[in-house]
């Protein structure tokens, strides 16, 4: 779809730049198929703020999504492409032969008037949805199941795509996004292709406005902030903090490890990351 300039009516708008949403079909989500969405502000069920920097932002309705994509050899025609506050890929409204519809989160090319299924047997083309068994080997996939019949839990942000590598056994292996290549039973699902608004990595946001619109709130240094709200604020003058980086609560920023020593699906990594 590309990417639109503001004219430079401001210094918030000389640079802004927003995705151009002419390819998207409808503005108002489909009745059915929206819940309330409460926010929480980063507070845990005590009220204290487990997460920082969230607050604020325009109000949103949750769109429900098919992750499990279950409806098996049904086929589906794709009623419009809409925008989802909640993620940076578009959905798809489909509508089932039975009358049911249902969103899923669209593939990059998809058309309005194709025809989707869901199944072991279909064809492995652009936004069908099959286990690995069946996908040949160099297809691009996206909304990964980790765990069979769990439903899609990775490779769901905007212009993200996997890739099949091998196959070896009961296990297939994928190329992700970050690099890391890792065995999935070749009974998990996946949908196929990349997934939509690939350009969304390329938005210039202008201003810190656009970001609390999204209920991002501003990230201060520690260093710039007071002793008895940070380790290391304080200090006459600008200072390096005296100390190693750190979180607010004392725990060291670099050089720790972030992930379990024996962590069960460690097995499953061909190639990490890094």
């Known amino acids: ?61 949750y769109r429900l999504i098919d992750f499990k ?10 009623e419009a492409i809409e925008y989802d506050p909640n993620r940076t890929c578009f959905i798809a409204l489909l509508q089932y032969r039975d009358g049911e519809r ?5 593939p990059e090319g998809l058309q309005i008037g194709e025809m989707l299924v869901s199944g072991a047997t279909v064809e492995p083309k652009n936004g069908n949805c099959l286990p690995l068994k069946n996908i040949p080997t160099g297809m691009l996939v996206h909304n990964l199941e980790l765990l069979i019949g769990r ?5 769901r942000s905007a212009g993200s795509f996997g890739q099949i590598m091998a196959k070896e056994g009961i296990f297939v292996h ?11 039973n070749e009974n998990c699902k996946a949908t196929i292709g990349q997934l939509s608004n690939v350009d969304w990595n390329k938005i210039w946001w202008g201003k810190a406005g656009r970001r609390r619109w999204m209920g991002i709130r501003p990230t201060v240094r520690g260093t710039a902030q007071n002793p008895v709200s940070h380790p290391m604020g304080g200090g006459e003058g600008r200072s390096g903090g005296g100390r190693h980086p750190c979180s607010p609560t004392g725990v060291l920023a670099k050089g720790g490890k972030t992930r379990q020593k024996r ?9 990490r990351r890094k």
């Open 174 to 184: 994928i190329l992700l996004p970050s690099g890391e290549i890792r065995k999935f």
């Open 69 to 78: 994509r279950n409806k098996i050899d049904i086929p589906a025609r794709v």
């Open 151 to 155: 439903g899609g839990q990775i490779i």
């Open 102 to 106: 249902r969103y899923i989160l669209a």
């Open 263 to 271: 962590k069960p699906s460690s097995t499953f990594i061909v190639r």
């Open 1 to 61: 779809m590309g990417v639109r300039q503001y004219r430079p009516t401001s210094p918030g708008r000389r640079f802004a730049t927003v995705i151009n949403y002419a390819g998207l079909t409808k503005k108002k989500p489909e009745p059915s198929l929206i819940v309330p969405l409460k926010r929480t502000g980063g507070r845990n069920n005590q009220g204290e703020i487990t997460c920082r920097h969230i607050g604020g932002g325009n109000k949103r309705h």
